[in-house]
């Protein structure tokens, strides 16, 4: 069966970086990506990013992509979210989602996700 | 980026209602829309893609429908586990947005 299965939680300084990960099982990791949905505490979802784990394609949010890179390694089906120069408000559950088909413009999340990782900026 | 406006941004109900959320896009986004739910502490679930189409294991009782700029999320009789936030998310472009969410809360 599909699973995401993603690391644990971190406790960060302002200033530093964060790398999360998500392993994937039970498909064939090439052949979809991997969207970031991250979700600060008490508010909505917000995309960050996606990753074709075919070829390295990526697409950023806008307010993200200076300090966001995301990265896959496909000999161990695992993705990666880095969120550099971290800020309080980066705060949040981040997770991780498998694409469910790409259509002729974008690959939005599917039915699979991982659990979350919390990830917190605290001086 | 395209913006999302979902109303209400909450709503009590009782078990057996008829429910109804909208998801306004700021520009035509074709029916290019996706309505997840989400309970406390718990990663989101996809439920209607395509606007209108059911993913699969998800009870008919939820649809969609719309295209364009104007989306609805139904739930024709709500159950006890319906209990739960709801997101629009477009997927026309990149960017991908989401809707401010829906928290349906009993009555």
């Known amino acids: 069966q599909v699973q995401l299965v993603q690391s644990g939680a971190e406790v960060k300084k302002p200033g530093a970086s964060v790398k999360v990960s998500c392993k994937a099982s039970?498909?064939?990791?090439?052949?979809?990506?991997i969207n970031w949905v991250r979700q600060a505490p008490g508010q909505g979802l917000e995309w960050m990013g996606w990753?074709?784990?075919?070829?390295?394609?990526?697409n950023y949010a806008q307010n993200l992509q200076d300090r966001v890179a995301l990265t896959t390694d496909t000999s161990t089906t695992t993705a990666y979210l880095e969120l550099r120069s971290l800020r309080s408000d980066d705060t949040a559950v981040y997770y991780c989602a498998r694409d469910r088909y790409c259509s002729d413009t974008t690959c939005p999340p599917g039915g699979y996700w991982g659990q979350g990782t919390l990830v917190t900026v605290s001086s | 980026a395209i913006q999302m406006t979902q109303s209400p941004s909450s709503l009590s109900a009782s078990v057996g209602d008829r429910v109804t959320i909208t998801c306004r896009a700021s520009q035509g986004i074709r029916g290019d829309l996706a309505w997840y739910q989400q309970k406390p502490g718990k990663a989101p679930k996809l439920l209607i893609y395509a606007a209108s189409s059911l993913q699969t294991g998800v009870p008919s009782r939820f649809s969609g429908s719309g295209s364009g700029t104007d989306f609805i999320f139904t739930i024709s009789s709500l159950q006890p586990e319906d209990f739960a936030t709801y997101y629009c998310?477009?997927?026309?472009?990149?960017?991908?947005?989401f809707g401010g969410g829906t928290k349906v809360e009993i009555k």
């Open positions: 998310l477009q997927d026309y472009n990149y960017p991908l947005t």
């Open positions: 990753i074709s784990a075919y070829n390295g394609n990526t």
């Open positions: 039970g498909y064939t990791f090439t052949s979809y990506g």
